[in-house]
Nanobody, 128 residues
Framework: QVQLVESGGGLVQAGGSLRLSCAAS????????MGWFRQAPGKEREFVAA????????YYADSVKARFTISRDNAKNTVYLQMNSLKADDAAVYYC?????????????????????WGQGTQVTVSS
């Protein structure tokens, strides 16, 4: 069992930055690939970014590429999402997710159904 707790959400002006954190407890953190997903009101949950267990492989949605950076610190059992140049469209509840298996094909990183563990979410609001 893995427990995930997100933090770092809040209100930011368009063009600003936020860093989300997700602290994990439970099993060996490096054995899990980690992902960030988001869900805006009235929309389906969508993939944002993911990272392999070692941190050597990362994946991004086209909508956030070059603006967001995912990273992890396995010594601290924490994954981060640095979000820069935020836009109104980035406003959503952001969820951290974990899946057993540190590597795999792109689809197992980017598809929500492959993640067994989820945090409670943290709200990101972007004002224009």
């Amino acid at each position: 069992q893995v427990q995930l707790v997100e933090s770092g959400g809040g209100l930011v002006q368009a063009g600003g930055s936020l860093r989300l954190s997700c602290a994990a407890s439970g099993r060996t953190f490096s054995n899990y690939r980690m992902g960030w997903f988001r869900q805006a009101p009235g929309k389906e949950r969508e993939f944002v970014a993911a990272i392999s267990g070692s941190g050597g492989s990362t994946y991004y949605a086209d909508s956030v590429k070059a603006r967001f950076t995912i990273s992890r610190d396995n010594a601290k059992n924490t994954v981060y999402l640095q979000m820069n140049s935020l836009k109104a469209d980035d406003a959503a509840v952001y969820y951290c997710a974990a899946a057993a298996g540190s590597t795999g094909s792109r689809v197992v990183f980017t598809t929500a159904k492959w993640y067994a563990y989820w945090g409670q979410g943290t709200q990101v609001t972007v004002s224009s």
